[in-house]
């Protein structure tokens, strides 16, 4: 992430989220985020809870703190399902992600 579109994002409260229906469960999100991703025993990624939860509803979001958004980010640009979902809570646009405008 450049400089110029981190500093875009900081202030903004962000949330991710998983589509578990194209995540192929290779654990590179949980590599990068470990606070914020964890495979379950299924074998697909999911979203945590700040109190370290797994978040297993389909489309659970779970806020990004501003610490792990570069590793957050880096997760979303490279999972090979492009499954995971970074956007801004205020609007619901999505920033990073295969759905980012």
Same mark, same amino acid.
């Given at each position: 992430?450049?400089? %110029?579109?981190?500093?875009?994002?900081?202030?903004?409260?962000?949330?991710?989220?998983?589509? %578990?229906?194209?995540?192929?469960? @290779?654990g590179?999100?949980?590599?990068?985020? $470990?606070?914020?991703?964890?495979?379950?025993?299924?074998?697909?990624?999911?979203?945590?809870? $700040?109190?370290?939860?797994?978040?297993? @509803?389909?489309?659970? +979001? +779970?806020?990004?703190?501003? $610490?792990?958004?570069?590793?957050?980010? @880096?997760?979303?640009?490279?999972? $090979?399902?492009?499954c995971?979902?970074?956007?801004?809570?205020?609007?619901?646009?999505?920033?990073?992600?295969?759905?980012?405008?």
């Open positions: 992430m450049s400089v %110029q579109q981190e500093a875009e994002v900081v202030g903004e409260a962000l949330e991710v989220w998983i589509d %578990q229906d194209l995540c192929t469960g @290779d590179i999100c949980a590599q990068y985020a $470990p606070e914020v991703f964890e495979l379950d025993i299924d074998g697909l990624a999911y979203v945590k809870s $700040p109190q370290d939860e797994l978040l297993q @509803d389909k489309g659970a +979001t +779970t806020p990004v703190p501003l $610490p792990l958004l570069t590793d957050v980010i @880096d997760s979303a640009k490279e999972c $090979p399902g492009e995971i979902h970074v956007r801004r809570v205020s609007d619901s646009a999505e920033i990073y992600g295969p759905d980012a405008g």
